[in-house]
């Protein structure tokens, strides 16, 4: 994956950053709950009766978003240098990592944090670390991407 910063845009990046933020501040208070990407995925995958319209429209609103958004402008491009086997181990030891850690990068690190949750900023520092090591790892020990 190469990124390229000399195209990097800091105010769609704070644009961005405050929708985010915003949605997350008015899904607790119209839901009363963290909108943790694997808790709500998670709950359609055990659901209880009353819980799933929400769960539901809210992964539906994550994938019609990019749908949405590549009919005013073109989606950018992705390079994705890893094998199809990498990414799903990674996937599985990101799944493993969120049920251990009792939750995500988005639970944790922006509706935890912004709550000044103790257990979140512990869990997002453990996340930024295992993430820089593991480019460092992967890059310089092993020589990869």
Request: positive net charge; hydrophobic residues 50%; glycine residues 14%.
């Amino acid at each position: 994956m190469i990124i390229d910063t000399s195209h990097f845009t800091p105010l769609s990046a704070l644009i961005g950053g405050l929708i985010i933020g915003a949605s997350a501040v008015l899904f607790m208070l119209v839901n009363g709950r963290i909108a943790g990407i694997s808790g709500i995925v998670g709950g359609l995958l055990n659901p209880v009766k009353h819980d799933v319209l929400w769960r539901f429209a809210f992964v539906a609103g994550m994938i019609m978003a990019p749908i949405t958004y590549r009919l005013f402008a073109p989606l950018p491009d992705i390079q994705i240098d890893a094998s199809y086997p990498l990414l799903v181990l990674a996937g599985v030891l990101v799944g493993i990592g969120t049920r251990y850690g009792s939750g995500c990068t988005s639970g944790h690190g922006i509706c935890g944090i912004s709550r000044l949750s103790p257990r979140s900023i512990v869990a997002t520092v453990a996340f930024m670390a295992s993430g820089i090591m593991t480019v460092f790892v992967m890059r310089h020990v092993f020589g990869s991407f």
